[in-house]
């Protein structure tokens, strides 16, 4: 007699494996329900689309399927940060408590894995800067005894330090089985133990890249898969317009006229010529930079590239690249990394044709420019038909899942981004208790956010508010022109720690500010998302304004001009369902755990005095609301009383 397996919902259950072997692992109906949800798309092939409010607990509820369901799956997440926390805390201990020998992997970006190749380049080169000295030798310790090459495995060297890129490849200059260091490199190790794994964890860069095979010789992963499941899906179409588009930037061709240096050293070392013509190529590409203007930010393409000191700097790097490309032909022969970077010349080349072209048909051209760098991009302006091609040729089961998927109780504007057909739906509530443990203060008497005075009187709420919390806050900004001009008001006018994003690194700060438990943080962009702040640290969330996307973004407005052609209704179809949803996960800041308790502070008078304003509110959690400051104090003279300060009114 063959017994039947328990059901999803059963594991999760309190008399579960779960309940009995992790210490403080609490039974949730809307896990359950999403457990059943993802088991059934993955045993009918379906596509599911699963919007899991905080405090659902979905990591667990669809690794519980995902490990039973006997088929290769794939799971993607936002970031390699989200990537390692998947994979090194949350399925081992699903995978113990289920008692399962599914065997799981790890794959990230080939940028994440130490090329033995490339430091073996970077040490015969030579480093002049004396830091990145220091981290190289660090990074040749460590070389030694890491079994994997991951990168995140090396303390000291931190991930965003200049030497990561001379001594880690990219599809471009990677050697492939003619490298030297091929039999010990990480990557082929990486992506072989993925081949064999029963389940895979890779990031959506990775996911997408794969798709696109953009990855030559490296496309054999995904068609293997029989399932697919995407977390932080909100994320996705985003990720998909990068990597379905084309780019052409400083950092590319700065690389082709170092590598070529480095590889000329290595395997010829007589033709000076060759030196001289790849710095002739780093001059051309500092020139452009200079040609573009001092001003940092994105532009349409249109709007640069008749000034003629733009088209005599393209002209000029044309010409510089050109006689690279010549050198780097007739180096070639002399070896294989001579030969690989001659090709990365010759595709370079192309792209710079493209640029000076009309763009193709269904993409925007625009420019990106840093204080140092830039970058030219061709970016599609609807990926629904692409990815909907791309899924398509990989049959199996699609879940697709994040906090903030819909708007109100409706995911058309997720589904329309990608393409889904009539995918099944499930919309499931956070579990919080938010009317006993939050309120939501819409400070009264603001000016218009358009108007001049609209930072300083939100500048002024803060001070308001920030003596009640005792600091413990979030200040989220939807631009650094209105972030820089509330650190500066606030930065000797306050009695708690200020941190403000832009100067130390995000991680540091978040480090900090958990530490410190009084401080106020400042943040934009980033912030909004993928940030983790448990207990009183965190008791108070301010949101300047309604995140609608810049109206100066060449790529949104393009996509704006192409719905108003296609009769559609560029706000309503695609600014407001957008913005909803990047206020949701600004929102999804304040409550993170069951005993958190925070204000959430929404500034914009938008909300209550604009008709859209009714769906922003609809799609938050439900919050007893008010309009005074007294309600705030009274919230934070002690637990119990969010419901009083219900009365408030609006």
Sequence with gaps: MSLTPPEPAE?????????????GFAPREAQQRMAEAVADALAAGENLVVEAGTGTGKTFAYLVPALLCGRKVIVSTGTRHLQDQLFHRDLPLVREALGTGVDVALLKGRANYLCLHRLELAEAEGLSARRQARELQAIRRWSGSTADGDIAGIGGVP????????????????????????ADCFVVK????????????????????????????????????????????????????????????????????????????????????????????????????????????????????????????????????????????????????????????????????LVREAPPAGYVQWLETFRRSFGIHFTPLDIAAIFREQQQHLEGSWVFTSATLAVGDSFEHFTAQLGLEAPRTLRLDSPFDYVR??????????????????????????????????????????????????????????????????????????????????????????????????????????????????PGDPVLQARLDLLREQGGNPFMDYQLPGAVIALKQGVGRLIRDVSDRGVLVLCDPRLLDKPYGRLFRASLPPMPQSRRLEDVAAFFAGPGTAEAAAGGGT
């Excluded at 594991?11 to 210490?23: C, D, W």
């Excluded at 978040?510 to 438990?517: A, K, N, S, V, W």
């Design 159 to 182: 991930e965003d330090a200049a030497i990561w890129p001379r001594v880690t490849s990219t599809s471009d200059n990677c050697l492939g089985g003619e490298c030297p260091r091929h």
């Design 437 to 550: 443990n939050t309120l939501l203060y819409l400070p009264p008497g603001l000016p218009a956010p358009n108007q001049p005075a609209y930072n300083a009187a939100v500048t002024e709420v803060a001070r308001q508010l920030l003596p009640l919390s005792r600091g413990r806050a979030f200040l989220l900004f939807t631009s650094h022109r209105a972030l820089r001009q509330a650190a500066e008001a606030l930065r000797d006018s306050l009695d708690y720690p200020l941190l403000v994003q832009g100067e130390a690194p995000r991680s540091e700060l978040l480090r900090r500010f958990r530490e410190l438990g009084d401080a106020v943080l400042l943040g934009t962009g980033s912030f909004w998302e993928g940030v983790d702040v448990r207990g009183e640290a965190l008791s108070l969330v301010l949101i300047d304004k309604l995140p609608f996307a810049s």
């Design 11 to 23: 594991l999760l259950s309190a008399q579960g494996p779960l309940a009995r072997r992790l210490p």
């Design 190 to 353: 990486a992506r072989r133990r993925a081949q064999e794994a029963d389940l895979v964890v890779v990031n959506h860069h990775l996911l997408f890249a794969d798709m696109a095979l953009k990855e030559e010789g490296f496309g054999e992963l995904l068609p293997e898969a029989g399932a697919f499941i995407v977390d932080e899906a909100h994320q996705l179409a985003e990720t998909a317009s990068a990597f379905f588009g084309l780019s052409l930037g400083s950092r590319q061709l700065l690389g082709l006229a170092r590598d070529a240096v480095l590889e000329h050293l290595a395997e010829a070392g007589d033709m000076a010529a060759l030196p001289d013509s790849a710095r002739a190529l780093e001059t051309a590409v500092a020139d452009l930079r200079l040609a573009f203007g001092r001003d940092s930010g994105r532009r349409p393409w249109q709007a640069v590239q008749s000034v003629p000191e733009v088209q005599a700097a393209l002209q000029r790097l044309g010409e510089m690249l050109d006689e690279l490309t010549a050198w780097l032909e007739a180096a070639a022969p002399r070896g294989r990394g001579l030969e690989a970077v001659w090709h990365r010349a010759q595709g370079l080349q192309e792209r710079l044709r």
